[in-house]
């Protein structure tokens, strides 16, 4: 039984939470659960149940808080989680809960931890070029995002007549996502209404339509947005 997000959840009967429960997986409620109400005791070995392969499943973390600051508690989940790892997977932990990047102060970035730490007009104010940006698909859009956020000019060359890569040319029937929405949406535009856990073609074509009129909190002056559809170009990709 899956239960969605949102209203749905809010909804839900006692029943329908403990057939969800019944069905859920242990390994993956113990350290959301710790990581919630801030119990670490949840996340200790001698509560780990056994590891019977190598699949690992990642749930969404959207909306937990507040999120565990400590690299002691971060280590109890990874090693919950996981089995014994060493602490060099910490800062991709760190990264997939949201949280602030060593030496980063509390709030800053608006949560966006992947956002770069510096800009052109800052680095080389006196450089004068843009940057070309081959396809306005999933990777495209995200390279864009990141420019506007660094404050470099730039231009999408893109084949087709929107955005959306694949998206926009694969309509068969059935297409949709074989990876959940919070492992395949962009860091900087996470949304926690989505329709489906495994979103219909349609449902991301549109994500990529609203991300491509997104602009970050703070966009250094004389930067233009994100490219639209005006942005776009017929230049076919070579």
């Not at 980063?104 to 966006?112: F, K, L, M, R, Y």
């Not at 660094?150 to 059935?174: I, K, M, S």
């Amino acid at each position: 039984m899956t239960l969605a997000a949102g209203d749905s959840l809010r909804q839900a009967s006692d029943q329908q939470l403990e057939t969800a429960l019944r069905d859920a997986e242990l390994s993956s409620l113990m350290p959301a659960l710790a990581y919630l109400t801030g119990d670490m005791s949840l996340a200790g070995g001698d509560l780990r149940p056994p590891v019977t392969g190598p699949s690992v499943v990642v749930a969404p973390q959207g909306g937990m808080t507040p999120p565990p600051a400590r690299r002691e508690d971060q280590q109890a989940l990874l090693t919950c989680m996981t089995g014994d790892v060493d602490d060099r997977y910490l800062p991709m932990l760190a990264f997939e809960l949201g949280l602030p990047r060593a030496g980063t102060a509390p709030g800053a970035g608006d949560g966006d931890t992947d956002a770069p730490g510096w800009t052109k007009p800052a680095l080389a104010p006196g450089r004068d070029f843009r940057v070309a940006v081959i396809g306005a698909g999933m990777s495209g859009l995200a390279v864009a995002y990141r420019l506007l956020q660094a404050g470099l000019g730039f231009v999408v060359f893109e084949r087709n007549a929107d955005v959306g890569g694949v998206w926009l040319e694969n309509d068969y029937p059935g297409c949709r996502l074989d990876t959940s929405n919070f492992c395949y949406s962009y860091s900087f535009l996470q949304r926690d209404d989505w329709p489906h856990q495994y979103s219909l073609g349609t449902e991301i074509r549109e994500y990529f339509q609203q991300a491509a009129g997104s602009s970050p909190p703070s966009t250094p002056a004389g930067t233009d947005p994100v490219p639209s559809r005006r942005r776009t170009s017929s230049s076919a990709r070579r």
